[in-house]
């Protein structure tokens, strides 16, 4: 298979505790971007990367939140101090970029802060 | 920015009932448009996509045609399968350079046999 992976799938934590998420996008995708989904509502877009740059991102994105994209391949989302209201399905996607926008997405991971 | 508006749910239709699920949206210049589906307990997946004005985009049977005049992006489908109960979602995709996809609450379809 080589569409976008995501890893873990689900993820349950202690309010107060930190955790990551890992996004594996298509090989040879440029651009990838992570987006935020809670329950009854479209994704919302976090931040995004441009090979090893990340070039945007979100309001949504407090500080307590920092994304990785070392060699530009995968990409790493981590939460600090994690709040009840961080519960949500993070996606990513990626796409090749200039010239074709096509976002594919992974299957999420699953957050829920207890 | 960009904004999209789409058709509230749920849908509730039988099976070979036409389908139309309005979006329209607000953009500046003329962005690409996509509509995605999201099965239950799966990922979203691209369904189809319109890149510029009067583009159709088809596929699995869906429709959506870009209209400039009307901002307009609805899906359509002649004839529904219990198989396509889901959730749509409509997304132009942002203007700016970063190019992110900007969605609706999303349409859920219900089919029943």
């Known amino acids: 298979d080589t569409g976008v992976s995501q890893d873990p799938r689900h993820k349950i934590t202690k309010r107060g505790q930190n955790v990551t998420f890992r996004c594996d996008p298509i090989?040879?995708?440029?651009?990838l971007y992570w987006y935020r989904q809670t329950l009854g509502q479209g994704p919302e877009f976090l931040t995004y990367?441009?090979?090893?740059?990340?070039?945007?991102k979100s309001r949504l994105l407090s500080d307590r939140f920092s994304a990785e994209r070392p060699k530009g391949s995968f990409s790493t989302l981590e939460i600090q101090r994690t709040e009840q209201g961080d519960s949500a399905m993070y996606l990513c996607?990626?796409?090749?970029?200039?010239?074709?926008?096509?976002?594919?997405f992974g299957p999420g991971t699953r957050l829920t802060v207890t | 920015g960009n904004s999209v508006t789409q058709m509230e749910g749920p849908v509730t239709l039988s099976e070979e009932a036409f389908l139309t699920i309005n979006c329209t949206y607000t953009?500046?210049?003329?962005?690409?448009l996509f509509w995605y589906v999201q099965y239950p307990g799966e990922g979203l997946q691209l369904l189809l996509k319109?890149?510029?004005?009067?583009d159709k985009g088809s596929n699995k049977g869906f429709e959506a045609t870009y209209r400039k005049e009307t901002t307009s992006f609805h899906l359509e489908k002649g004839s529904v399968q219990v198989s396509d109960s889901a959730v749509y979602f409509c997304?132009?995709?942002?203007?700016?350079?970063?190019?992110?996809?900007?969605f609706g609450k999303g349409t859920k379809l219900s089919v029943k046999p």
């Open positions: 953009a500046t210049g003329y962005p690409s």
């Open positions: 319109a890149t510029k004005a009067d």
């Open positions: 990367f441009q090979n090893e740059a990340q070039l945007e």
């Open positions: 996607a990626s796409t090749l970029g200039v010239g074709s926008y096509e976002q594919y």
């Open positions: 997304a132009p995709r942002d203007g700016g350079s970063q190019g992110n996809l900007i």
């Open positions: 090989s040879e995708h440029n651009r």
